[in-house]
C-alpha cells in the first residue's frame, strides 16, 4: 500500500465535481477491473481504509472518465480541422500513417 496518506481527499473532491454517487463510482471502477468491495472503497474516500497502489490507479481511472465525460460538453469546437488535399476531413490517424511512410523531405520514409 502507498501513496499519499491525503490521496483520498483528492479522489473524494473529484467525485463530488463529477457528481456520481459512491455506488455509481464503485461500479464504473469494477467495469475497468476494480477488485474492492463497496464497503472498502466508501471507507477508502472517507480516509478509514488503505488502498493498493494499482487499485488506487483503476480508481483514478474511473473518476477521470466521469470528469472527461462531464467537461466534454464545455469543451469549444476548433474551427479549423485537418483536411486532405481534396478538402475532405482526415482521419488524424491515417495522416500519422502517411506522415510516418513519407518520412522526413528527402528521406526515405519511417515505416516499411
Not at 467525485?15 to 467495469?31: F, K, P, Q
Not at 481534396?86 to 515505416?111: F, T
Amino acid at each position: 500500500m502507498g501513496g499519499d496518506e491525503h490521496r483520498h481527499q483528492l479522489f473524494e473532491t473529484a467525485r463530488h465535481r463529477a457528481g456520481c454517487t459512491i455506488t455509481d463510482l464503485w461500479v464504473d471502477y469494477l467495469a475497468l477491473g476494480g477488485r474492492l468491495d463497496l464497503f472498502t472503497l466508501e471507507a477508502y474516500l472517507h480516509g478509514l481504509a488503505l488502498l493498493p497502489e494499482a487499485q488506487q490507479d483503476i480508481l483514478a481511472n474511473a473518476i477521470n472518465e466521469r470528469l472527461e465525460d462531464l467537461y466534454q460538453a464545455a469543451k469549444v469546437p476548433y474551427l479549423c480541422t485537418v483536411e486532405d488535399q481534396d478538402g475532405s476531413q482526415a482521419d488524424p490517424v491515417e495522416l500519422l500513417g502517411e506522415l510516418l511512410r513519407r518520412g522526413p523531405p528527402g528521406g526515405d520514409g519511417l515505416v516499411g
